[in-house]
């Protein structure tokens, strides 16, 4: 009898030991900065929370890759320094993905294509490229694909931002004559946000193709495999339709 009691409980031990291993494995987290001011992307709400479609699709990336994320707000500027220093362990913030950018770091799948594209006062005329603006300074945030793009073409003036927002604020009150954003931050600052409605209106078509994705520490294979496992489930049931829907359409 004791020895059968002895086996119960060993067994209950074991068992327990694989429980607890086997959790710690599903709770695994991951790092991953955001500078979120970058309405809808990511952007801090009225209750003080990190929200976006960059938030939500990584978190249904998390849920189908058996992992969980804990966001860290950081500061665009100096964001990929951070990644290289180990003091996360991705980035998502509509970082686009670069042949450059792959030189230091490592990225994802692709999760959505977002060109660059030219906002104006809504009184402008006779503006819809870049090239329509020379002689004037047209603005971006510092060191995006929006920056780059205007320093592409001669006779325009580039002016960079800390934050897009700093730079609509500047456009809104005439002292730049157009900025340069991805799609999606264009659409939001210049269809949905309610202080620019009427204000603003994007002009032309996008002039780039661009495609955001996660990026990792260069050579972070583990990361990398479990952010993409997650993701590709994601995108491939289209849930990331449905995202689209509810921040950028």
């Given at each position: 009898m004791k020895r059968g009691l002895l086996i119960l409980i060993i067994a209950v031990l074991a068992l327990s030991v694989l429980f607890v291993g086997c959790k710690k494995k599903e709770e695994a987290v991951i790092t991953v900065?955001?500078?979120?001011?970058?309405p809808p992307m990511e952007y801090v709400d009225?209750?003080?929370?990190?929200v976006g479609f960059d938030i939500d699709l990584l978190n249904l990336a998390a849920k189908e890759g058996g992992f969980t994320v804990e966001f860290r707000n950081t500061a665009w500027d100096g964001i990929f320094a951070g990644l290289a220093n180990g003091n996360y362990d991705a980035v998502i913030s509509s970082v686009t993905i670069t042949e450059e950018r792959k030189e230091t770091m490592d990225f994802s799948v692709p999760y959505i294509n977002a060109g660059q594209v030219l906002i104006v006062p809504s009184s402008t005329s006779?503006?819809?490229?870049?090239?329509?603006?020379k002689g004037k300074?047209?603005?971006?945030?510092?060191?995006?694909t929006g920056s780059f793009e205007i320093e592409k073409v001669d006779g325009v003036t580039?002016?960079?931002?800390?934050?897009?927002?700093?730079?609509?604020?500047d456009l809104v009150n005439g002292r730049i004559a157009?900025?340069?954003?991805?799609?999606?931050i264009a659409a939001d600052?210049?269809?949905?946000?309610?202080?620019?409605?009427?204000?603003?209106?994007?002009?032309g078509e996008p002039f780039t193709d661009e495609y955001y994705g996660v990026a990792v520490k260069k050579g972070?294979?583990?990361?990398?495999?479990?952010?993409?496992?997650?993701?590709?489930?994601?995108?491939?049931?289209?849930?990331?339709?449905?995202l689209k829907d509810k921040w950028l359409r």
């Amino acid at each position: 009898m004791k020895r059968g009691l002895l086996i119960l409980i060993i067994a209950v031990l074991a068992l327990s030991v694989l429980f607890v291993g086997c959790k710690k494995k599903e709770e695994a987290v991951i790092t991953v900065a955001t500078d979120a001011t970058w309405p809808p992307m990511e952007y801090v709400d009225a209750n003080k929370e990190i929200v976006g479609f960059d938030i939500d699709l990584l978190n249904l990336a998390a849920k189908e890759g058996g992992f969980t994320v804990e966001f860290r707000n950081t500061a665009w500027d100096g964001i990929f320094a951070g990644l290289a220093n180990g003091n996360y362990d991705a980035v998502i913030s509509s970082v686009t993905i670069t042949e450059e950018r792959k030189e230091t770091m490592d990225f994802s799948v692709p999760y959505i294509n977002a060109g660059q594209v030219l906002i104006v006062p809504s009184s402008t005329s006779g503006v819809t490229t870049l090239n329509d603006l020379k002689g004037k300074s047209v603005g971006a945030q510092i060191g995006t694909t929006g920056s780059f793009e205007i320093e592409k073409v001669d006779g325009v003036t580039l002016k960079t931002y800390d934050e897009l927002g700093l730079a609509i604020e500047d456009l809104v009150n005439g002292r730049i004559a157009g900025v340069v954003a991805d799609t999606p931050i264009a659409a939001d600052f210049a269809l949905q946000n309610e202080s620019y409605k009427g204000k603003l209106k994007i002009v032309g078509e996008p002039f780039t193709d661009e495609y955001y994705g996660v990026a990792v520490k260069k050579g972070n294979k583990e990361v990398l495999d479990k952010i993409n496992a997650g993701l590709k489930k994601v995108l491939d049931a289209g849930k990331d339709e449905e995202l689209k829907d509810k921040w950028l359409r």
